[in-house]
C-alpha cells in the first residue's frame, strides 16, 4: 500500500495554463516537503509545510497542506517551459524518523 | 544541491562486477538515505543510515546489497555481483533529523550502468 498518493502522475500542459498536483494520504504527517526534480540531476526541495491548513507562495507556485495534515496540493499559475520536471512529494512522520515520498507527477510544459 | 556530493557521477560495470557508490552528506547533517531511481519513475526507498548505524534498511535487497556510514568519511553503498536490473540511479540525500521536518537534501546522483 502506498502511503502517499500523487496525482494526476502524468500532466501536460501549454504554456500559460495553471494546473493543480495533488498530494493524498490516510496517514498524518508532522511535515510535508514538495521537491522538483530535473532530467540527470537530484530532485530540489521547494518547500516545507508544518501546519494543518498552511498556504505557502514561491513566485507562481502556491503550496498548502490540508487542514489534517493529510493532504497538499502544488497550485502552478502560467506555467512556463521552465516548470517541466518530476514533482515529488514527502511525508515526514516523527516516529518514522524519515520522510516517504510519492512515486511523483510528471509535468510537461509546451511553449 | 545544498552541498550533498556523490560520487562518481557515472559508474559502468560488467555483470558480476562490484559497484561502490560514495556520498558526502550535507556539513552538519547526520543522517543519510539512499534511493534508487529507475526512468520515468519515482524514488524508491533503500537504506536510512545515521553514523554508524543502519536504523531502516526495509528497501534494500536481501542479497547482494549493502550500506554503511563509518564514523568518519562518506557513507557507502555496496552492490556484489551487478545484474543489468541494477542498472538505474542512485541517489544519496541527507538531512539534519531534528525537529519535525526531516527536510532531506539531495545529491546529483550516481547513474550505474550494468553492461
Known amino acids: 500500500t502506498q502511503l502517499l498518493e500523487q496525482s494526476p502522475q502524468f500532466l501536460s500542459i501549454q504554456e500559460g495554463e495553471n494546473l493543480t498536483v495533488y498530494c493524498n494520504s490516510s496517514?498524518?504527517?508532522?511535515?510535508l516537503q514538495w521537491y522538483r526534480q530535473e532530467p540527470g540531476e537530484g530532485p530540489v526541495l521547494l518547500v516545507t509545510v508544518v501546519t494543518g491548513g498552511e498556504v505557502k507562495k514561491l513566485k507562481r507556485l502556491t503550496f498548502q497542506f490540508g487542514d489534517a495534515r493529510k493532504d497538499s496540493s502544488l497550485h502552478i499559475t502560467a506555467a512556463q517551459p521552465g516548470d517541466t520536471g518530476l514533482y515529488l512529494c514527502a511525508g515526514a512522520q516523527r516516529w518514522a524518523g524519515k520522510s516517504t515520498f510519492g512515486d511523483g507527477t510528471t509535468l510537461t510544459v509546451k511553449p | 544541491n545544498a552541498g550533498v556530493m556523490q560520487n562518481p557521477r557515472h559508474l559502468v560495470r560488467r555483470r558480476g562486477q562490484e559497484a561502490r557508490l560514495r556520498c558526502s552528506p550535507m556539513?552538519?547533517?547526520?543522517?543519510v538515505y539512499w534511493y534508487r531511481q529507475l526512468p520515468e519513475e519515482g524514488l524508491k526507498f533503500m537504506v536510512y543510515?545515521?553514523?554508524?548505524?543502519?536504523?531502516?534498511e526495509s528497501g534494500m535487497p536481501k542479497e547482494r546489497f549493502s550500506a554503511e556510514f563509518p564514523k568518519e568519511g562518506p557513507s557507502i553503498l555496496r552492490i556484489q555481483q551487478v545484474v543489468r536490473g541494477d542498472s538505474a540511479a542512485y541517489f544519496c540525500?541527507?538531512?539534519?533529523?531534528?525537529?519535525?521536518?526531516?527536510?532531506?537534501?539531495f545529491g546529483p546522483g550516481t547513474r550505474l550502468t550494468v553492461t
Open positions: 540525500a541527507s538531512s539534519a533529523g531534528t525537529g519535525d521536518s526531516y527536510e532531506q537534501y
Open positions: 543510515l545515521q553514523k554508524e548505524n543502519i536504523i531502516d
Open positions: 556539513k552538519g547533517h547526520s543522517h
Open positions: 496517514s498524518v504527517f508532522s511535515s
